[in-house]
């Protein structure tokens, strides 16, 4: 290791071939606030003339050329620096004042390999970079023309934050004067040193922190042998990097690690985090031998079949192999529910195999919509499942070993009709029906609230489009309440003696929701108006307001009929699955209780409680109770601890039931989050309590999540 001082100036002027950055290396990396200050520095070293320590380079000398292992973020930026002022002086001579610096000055000094013995070399640039931005950089020094994905790199954007700085000045020559006092250590390494992708790995430079991506490829490239290298980049890595470097909002983004994280866990079949990826990652290739040229070929087809996949659900960029289920692929796109990814991807992948056929692949993707969509419209949240849909291709394949005779789409139903809990369990049509009448299902997000009133516009209309056009904006819509938040004399007068609660009970939920282009039209004029207006109810072309139109008020009994009638509509799109697999709900002799009609008899204990279909043993009443409490502060948090310490709420004898003081309390309970309860109640105000607080999270008598066994 030979380290030496020089200035940036110095050190690009003097190589005697081209820089090279390595391909394990990650792109160019520095964004506007770097180049800012970069620039910044710049401008007060050509003012005061001082000196300014620009950082460390770490380089290996190679068959007439320099690795760059570490500073490539330096010495790219001043590159493009002297890029920006070579074209600048090319059309504007004047603006290096006594011709000190000119165009051709730069380009031979800093730009070409003007000392190369290949005179084919001569007239290349320099630099020589990593994947697309060797195109680019390319690109910036002819002066041809980029198109909007290269525009969006950050090597042309830095280039261009230096065109307008340096177009901005009377004189270019004091910035390229500068560079001589940006001073850098230059570090060269020999064979005793660590190898150059380990270094890189390990360096903790002065740029940008290596992202996982970053990591990935490094490691993915970090191969001794030579040929297994060329090979691994130049027939797999370009065209991975191609597929997973996108343009999004005028930025780069690149899904190197998002991709490598959903591999990892459709081959492992398990949920990983992360923070595990790059680790899992360096764990999967450590088993390859980098002189197997076959090994790595068949790893990599591997993955190439997995990126077909992934590309096809993550960003609809479909191979024509999976071209038949494009609408299917299209609706779970839709919803954003990127949990299930691994379980379609492994199902793709199984079918490019030829171990699934074309109607197991579509009835399963059905299936995993119709799981999804339920779940929504019933009010489940997704959060639980990021670990379930990871290992449930595992599942099936578990179920079709013990079960030969049985197809994929049938062991995936039995497998959705047999999870219990809202974590992972598929809403029933009795569930459907209540929550359109009770569910807040204006809070969820809007795009949700579009698919599920799009869908059922498409269900009822010729042309199935309304979703596509709503996905690609060629149509504007909102979504509607039909009786308005704020009413007015005339709502009061249809909605009856008791609109105040009718009001509140109905305004957010499905069956008071539809859609329409003229949100703000409709503002909130009666429902006569609604329908009767220029572009209203009547006039619209969505079946969804055609059937809002056929009433004459809008009223409790109106909502009572469109709930049931979107019930009708859902059913018949979402069907609830079947199987072929007998029923595992045996519940044998054992008839169960609600607490809103068991009639307490003296000696009677519990022996079990089902809540929202998960079944536990209990041993006591307050066993029971503190199973219910702790069900609703899991699943209802934000307004749990609106019961807690609130005596007024959840309280007897001006002493709160739920709280965090457990000093107050005669005999301790414990809950979830440093939350206690009071035990010492008997069971009538057990069971009093827990209808108050299912009541409280919006349950009732028709859908109490509650009901036991006894002893």
């Not at 380079?57 to 490539?72: A, F, K, N, T």
């Not at 291709?393 to 809202?422: F, N, P, V």
């Not at 209990?618 to 029971?624: I, R």
Request: hydrophobic fraction near 35%.
């Amino acid at each position: 290791m030979y380290p030496s001082k020089r200035s940036i100036y110095e050190f690009i002027s003097r190589t005697d071939g081209y820089f090279q950055i390595p391909d394990f290396q990650r792109p160019y990396t520095w964004d506007a606030r770097q180049i800012q200050t970069f620039w910044d520095d710049l401008k007060k070293v050509a003012e005061r003339n001082n000196t300014h320590y620009f950082g460390t380079i770490v380089l290996i000398r190679e068959d007439g050329h320099s690795v760059i292992i570490d500073g490539q973020q330096r010495l790219t930026t001043s590159l493009l620096l002297i890029n920006a002022a070579y074209h600048i002086l090319k059309k504007t001579p004047a603006k290096s004042l006594d011709n000190i610096y000119t165009d051709k000055f730069l380009k031979d000094t800093f730009l070409v390999n003007t000392r190369s013995s290949d005179i084919r070399n001569r007239e290349k640039i320099t630099l020589r970079t990593v994947t697309t931005d060797n195109n680019v950089l390319e690109k910036i020094f002819i002066g041809k023309e980029l198109d909007s994905n290269e525009q969006a790199n950050k090597l042309y954007k830095a280039y261009m934050l230096f065109k307008k700085f340096l177009d901005a000045q009377d004189n270019i020559n004091n910035y390229i004067e500068a560079l001589h006092k940006f001073e850098i250590v230059e570090i060269t390494l020999d064979d005793k040193d660590d190898n150059p992708q380990s270094i890189f790995e390990s360096i903790n430079s002065l740029g940008e922190p290596l992202s996982p991506g970053d990591k990935i490829r490094n490691w993915a490239l970090m191969l001794k042998n030579k040929e297994a290298r060329r090979i691994v980049y130049g027939d797999y890595w370009k065209n991975i990097e191609n597929n997973l470097t996108r343009v999004e909002k005028d930025q780069q983004v690149d899904y190197i690690s998002d991709f490598f994280r959903t591999y990892l866990m459709c081959k492992n079949n398990k949920f990983i985090s992360e923070e595990a990826t790059h680790p899992e990652f360096k764990k999967l290739l450590k088993d390859i031998d980098d002189n197997n040229i076959e090994s790595i070929k068949e790893f990599y087809n591997d993955v190439q079949k997995y990126l077909l996949a992934y590309l096809s659900i993550k960003f609809m960029k479909i191979n024509p192999q999976l071209e038949m289920f494009r609408e299917q692929i299209f609706s779970l796109k839709f919803l954003k529910a990127e949990i299930i990814n691994t379980a379609i991807i492994n199902i793709f992948v199984d079918f490019i195999d030829n171990k699934l056929t074309t109607e197991e692949v579509t009835n399963s993707l059905y299936l995993v919509e119709t799981f999804l969509a339920r779940r929504l419209i019933g009010g489940f949240k997704a959060e639980g499942l990021n670990t379930r849909f990871p290992e449930l291709h595992k599942a099936i394949r578990a179920k079709q070993e013990k079960y030969s005779d049985k197809t994929y789409d049938d062991c995936l139903s039995a497998w959705m009709l047999e999870t219990r809990g809202r974590t992972s369990s598929l809403p029933t049509d009795a569930d459907i029906t209540i929550s359109i009448k009770t569910l807040n299902f204006y809070g969820n997000k809007t795009y949700q609230q579009q698919y599920v009133l799009a869908k059922i516009c498409d269900h009822l209309s010729k042309e199935s489009t309304l979703l596509h056009s709503i996905y690609d904006k060629q149509i504007r819509l909102s979504v509607e309440h039909i009786m308005p938040r704020k009413i007015g004399p005339k709502w009061r007068s249809d909605l009856g003696s008791d609109w105040e609660n009718v009001h509140d009970k109905w305004l957010h939920t499905l069956a008071n929701l539809t859609l329409t282009a003229y949100n703000q039209t409709y503002s909130n004029h009666s429902f006569a108006q609604k329908k009767t207006m220029e572009h209203g109810f009547a006039k619209s072309p969505l079946p969804l307001n055609k059937y809002i139109a056929e009433f004459d008020l809008w009223n409790e009994e109106s909502l009572k009929d469109r709930a049931r009638w979107l019930s009708r509509q859902i059913a018949k799109i979402w069907k609830y699955p079947k199987t072929t697999f007998p029923s595992s709900n045996n519940d044998g002799d054992c008839e169960y209780y609600s607490p809103y009609n068991w009639e307490i008899k003296s000696g009677e204990k519990p022996a079990t409680v089902s809540i929202d279909s998960d079944e536990f043993e209990v041993n006591s009443w307050v066993d029971l109770y503190t199973k219910v409490l702790s069900f609703i502060q899991e699943n209802f948090y934000d307004k749990f601890v609106d019961l807690i310490d609130n005596k007024d709420l959840f309280g007897i004898k001006d002493k709160p039931l739920i709280t965090m003081n457990k000093d107050i309390l005669s005999t301790v309970g414990e809950l979830g989050h440093e939350t206690f309860i009071e035990r010492n109640i008997g069971v009538h105000q057990i069971m009093r309590n827990i209808i108050k607080i299912c009541e409280y999270v919006e349950y009732d008598e028709d859908n109490c999540p509650v009901s036991f066994t006894l002893a």
